[in-house]
């Protein structure tokens, strides 16, 4: 069992089977879904997790409780990650009364047939459920991830429970060290892919917790935050507000004989022969997600495509519109196409950036006809000088 304070915790559990998550996240290391048990004079449960882990859940609130039933259940988020065991919980507690709000009860119907008349208290918005020290005031945070989501703060701990908020793969050893930075780098993975899009509804969420005195942040995916908070909201500040974290060059690129991904090289080489920081993605063999978090985080984007079917890449394709339903918006882009008869993939990507909020094209672009040469050489040299002045 893993305490977060003397009477609150962690009996979340570890995944290290899911190969991918949501369908389409790789986990290196694994994900953990966390649930809290609150022990008061009324104990309460924060969320459950993934339904291949009930037992082992259902196990871990008895050992927590000493065999007492919860007296309360919060549902904050209904996706199957964190609701997955709810029908086997009301199986063994149908006592326990579930707590939430009027989206989730209509979720609740949806995802599961419960075949018994539920004891449920449905919240509004502010509303406060004391159990004896500890007093939660729940706080809807619609769309952060789906609409019924809500976090819950509780101002005798100072714990805020944050639902997917500040949450990020991976299993975490207990008692590990880390600092926001390297915390930042797979949260920066999971909140741009998964929450990537409702920048404006994290934004909101972040006003309402800036008013609060928290002590420790306690997500449904992965470790608590503890100290230096102060560095995780300027974190979730950023990414929210769509401002660069990073200033340096992300490329993006898809070849199909390695043309154009000399190309890319190329650029790669010169930007960090002038200390540039630049990473580099090949479209067809990196992890996507990877590539999208990394393309928002830093200040500047070189797309490279060959012209294919003419149109672009199928993996530039799928990967713009990846950054543009998440709302890219507010960089520096240029591009470098390739096309050995008719070149279009330029304006191809040009134009499915159309919809995106402040880009700002740089004037050099790069087009190669089939192989480099020397106009294609010297394109890239003005490309170099203007990402760098
Ligand atoms: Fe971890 Fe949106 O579920």
């Known amino acids: 069992m893993k305490y977060i304070t003397q009477d609150i915790i962690n009996i979340g559990v570890s995944d290290f089977e899911v190969d991918l998550f949501e369908g389409q996240y790789s986990l290196p290391n694994g994900i953990a879904y966390n649930s ?3 022990l008061d004079e009324q104990i309460t449960i924060f969320d459950s997790v993934d339904n291949r882990f009930s037992k082992q859940w259902l196990d871990g609130i008895e050992k927590a409780t000493g065999g007492k039933a919860p007296d309360y259940l919060v549902i904050q988020h209904m996706e ?4 997955g065991s709810l029908h086997d919980f009301i199986k063994k507690y149908p006592s326990t009364k579930i707590v939430a709000n009027s989206k989730t009860f209509t979720m609740i119907d949806r995802f599961f047939c419960i075949d018994c008349q539920l004891d449920t208290f449905v919240v509004s918005d502010g509303q406060t459920l004391c159990t004896g020290k500890h007093s939660f005031t729940f706080v809807f945070a619609p769309m952060v991830h789906w609409p019924e989501v809500m976090v819950s703060y509780d101002s005798y701990s100072k714990v805020l429970f944050s639902a997917d908020a500040f949450g990020t793969f991976g299993v975490y050893e207990e008692n590990q060290q880390f600092t926001a930075s390297e915390w930042a780098e797979e949260a920066s993975r ?14 909101a ?11 420790v942040i306690c997500s449904l995916h992965g470790p608590a935050l503890r100290e230096n908070l102060p560095d995780y909201f300027a974190l979730y500040d950023t990414w929210s507000s769509y401002t660069a974290e990073k200033q340096g060059v992300c490329i993006v690129y898809s070849s199909a004989y390695g043309n154009t991904q000399a190309a890319a090289k190329l650029l790669y080489d010169k930007l960090s022969e002038k200390g540039c920081d630049v990473l580099i993605y090949d479209l067809a063999r990196c992890d996507k997600a990877r590539a999208i978090a990394d393309v928002f985080r830093y200040d500047r984007t070189v797309f490279a495509s060959i012209t294919y079917n003419m149109s672009i890449s199928p ?7 990846g950054l543009v339903e998440r709302n890219f918006q507010n960089k520096k882009v240029a591009f470098i196409e390739n096309g050995s008869w ?8 040009k134009g499915m950036l159309e919809k995106c909020k402040d880009i700002t094209y740089l004037e050099n672009s790069v087009t190669v006809k089939s192989a480099l040469e020397q106009s294609s050489l010297e394109a890239i040299e003005k490309l170099v000088a203007e990402l760098t002045q």
């Open 190 to 203: 999971y909140y741009i892919g998964i929450v990537g899009k409702y920048g404006a509804q994290v934004q």
């Open 205 to 215: 969420l972040l006003k309402k917790a800036s008013a609060l005195d928290i002590s």
């Open 80 to 83: 199957p990650d964190h609701s």
């Open 315 to 321: 993996y530039m394709h799928s990967f713009i519109n």
């Open 36 to 38: 809290y048990v609150v």
């Open 342 to 349: 008719a070149p279009a993939a330029q304006k191809v990507m």
